[in-house]
């Protein structure tokens, strides 16, 4: 098929999922219960995509509490604290399992309510070290934060086998902290910018080593603070040396914002790799129409082949789980996304 449509991962939450996955209502449910009513809110999400036209199917990210926080439920030693009305997970000791392979039993009821290909995302490591490593709080577990990252890449090598395994056809890592080192600003923070984004290359790399029989991804995006807009400034070029190094699939990059730069940067990218091309903004309230689309695929175009091309919104609907974009506007852009993608492959089929 030419230019997939796909979600990066998240997507918006009703009041009621919010409500549903804050520990007091969980608390207050059965078991039964609980499972009963997040799954019908699941199956409803996968429907949403599905009738919008999208052809990578997520689970909209509806069962965890955070993007990054599912790390804390696959394993113990982390502190979950409430600020400022967000709840923020620290390593405080050494990690032991807690539910190792959860997300892909979660996968596997995606895989039992589409008939369309299906996507999971794992946090990368250096993600993880970047929000969950305290000085102070998590020495005793772990004296360095390059030691937690690297306990946690075998951890996540493991979670993404056992994905593979249930037959999901795309795992995507996310990680924004490597996407951050295009910032003059970032870059300003370490002695060696380059060095920092090649550690982070060889920990994602530890964790896809050996591993066949599916489509390795990485997310790249300037972080993502929904209608507040972004956080990073500047194109990929500082980093482009870093990303051709990684062994994944495909890249999947924002490019609607203008902090993402010029689009020339693709044709540096592996001739054996595609592109999740960011064409549909996500965090503000204008929703792209087919013609925009098109035009930010053509010109993608100029750089790579169609073939070599999915069509994805610049980032997840929903990034945090305070992120509040309307759910009836993420339905109104992933349907003109799949409506681009009708006219782009009459075009260039």
Same mark, same amino acid.
């Given at each position: 098929?030419?230019?997939?449509?796909?979600?990066?991962?998240?997507?918006?939450?009703?009041?009621?999922?919010?409500?549903?996955?804050?520990?007091?209502?969980?608390?207050?449910?059965?078991?039964?219960?609980?499972?009963?009513?997040?799954?019908?809110?699941?199956?409803?999400?996968?429907?949403?995509?599905?009738?919008?036209?999208?052809?990578?199917?997520?689970?909209?990210?509806?069962?965890?509490?955070?993007?990054?926080?599912?790390?804390?439920?696959?394993?113990?030693?982390?502190?979950?604290?409430?600020?400022?009305?967000?709840?923020?997970?620290?390593?405080?000791?050494?990690?032991?399992?807690?539910?190792?392979?959860?997300?892909?039993?979660?996968?596997?009821?995606?895989?039992?309510?589409?008939?369309?290909?299906?996507?999971?995302?794992?946090?990368?490591?250096?993600?993880?070290?970047?929000?969950?490593?305290?000085?102070?709080?998590?020495?005793?577990?772990?004296?360095?934060?390059?030691?937690?990252?690297?306990?946690?890449?075998?951890?996540?090598?493991?979670?993404?086998?056992?994905?593979?395994?249930?037959?999901?056809?795309?795992?995507?890592?996310? #990680?924004?902290?490597?996407?951050?080192?295009?910032?003059? *600003?970032?870059?300003? &923070?370490?002695?060696? !910018?380059? %060095?920092? =984004?090649?550690?982070?290359?060889?920990?994602?790399?530890?964790?896809?080593?050996?591993?066949?029989?599916?489509?390795?991804?990485?997310?790249?995006?300037?972080?993502?603070?929904?209608?507040?807009?972004?956080?990073?400034?500047?194109?990929?070029?500082?980093?482009?040396?870093?990303?051709?190094?990684?062994?994944?699939?495909?890249?999947?990059?924002?490019?609607?914002?203008?902090?993402?730069?010029?689009?020339?940067?693709?044709?540096?990218?592996?001739?054996?790799?595609?592109?999740?091309?960011?064409?549909?903004?996500?965090?503000?309230?204008?929703? #792209?129409?087919?013609?925009?689309?098109?035009?930010?695929? *053509?010109?993608?175009? &100029?750089?790579?082949? !169609?073939? %070599?091309? =999915?069509?994805?919104?610049?980032?997840?609907?929903?990034?945090?789980?305070?992120?509040?974009?309307?759910?009836?506007?993420?339905?109104?852009?992933?349907?003109?996304?799949?409506?681009?993608?009708?006219?782009?492959?009459?075009?260039?089929?």
């Amino acid at each position: 098929m030419l230019f997939p449509t796909s979600v990066v991962g998240s997507m918006p939450r009703s009041q009621f999922v919010r409500d549903l996955l804050a520990p007091g209502m969980r608390s207050s449910l059965s078991e039964e219960a609980f499972e009963r009513r997040l799954d019908t809110a699941v199956a409803y999400i996968i429907s949403l995509q599905e009738s919008a036209g999208v052809d990578i199917i997520s689970d909209g990210e509806w069962r965890r509490l955070s993007y990054i926080g599912i790390i804390a439920e696959i394993m113990n030693g982390f502190e979950r604290t409430l600020v400022d009305g967000l709840y923020w997970h620290t390593v405080v000791e050494p990690m032991t399992p807690r539910s190792p392979g959860l997300v892909a039993r979660e996968a596997q009821f995606l895989k039992a309510h589409t008939d369309r290909l299906t996507k999971v995302a794992l946090p990368s490591p250096y993600l993880l070290g970047r929000r969950m490593w305290d000085p102070e709080k998590s020495k005793k577990a772990y004296p360095t934060r390059e030691a937690f990252m690297e306990a946690l890449a075998p951890v996540l090598h493991e979670e993404l086998v056992a994905i593979r395994d249930v037959g999901v056809d795309v795992v995507q890592f996310d #990680d924004p902290h490597l996407c951050l080192f295009v910032d003059e *600003e970032v870059r300003a &923070q370490f002695d060696d !910018p380059d %060095r920092e =984004a090649d550690y982070c290359v060889g920990l994602l790399n530890d964790i896809f080593a050996g591993v066949e029989g599916v489509t390795l991804a990485i997310h790249l995006c300037r972080r993502n603070k929904a209608r507040a807009g972004w956080v990073g400034e500047g194109g990929y070029g500082p980093i482009i040396d870093a990303l051709k190094r990684l062994h994944v699939n495909q890249y999947v990059m924002e490019f609607t914002i203008p902090a993402a730069g010029d689009l020339d940067v693709l044709k540096e990218l592996p001739e054996e790799t595609t592109v999740g091309l960011g064409c549909v903004d996500c965090r503000g309230e204008h929703i #792209d129409t087919p013609d925009e689309i098109v035009t930010r695929v *053509e010109q993608a175009l &100029q750089y790579l082949p !169609p073939e %070599r091309i =999915a069509l994805n919104p610049d980032c997840g609907f929903a990034p945090g789980n305070a992120a509040d974009i309307p759910i009836d506007e993420a339905y109104a852009k992933l349907s003109n996304e799949a409506e681009a993608a009708a006219i782009l492959r009459e075009k260039y089929s």
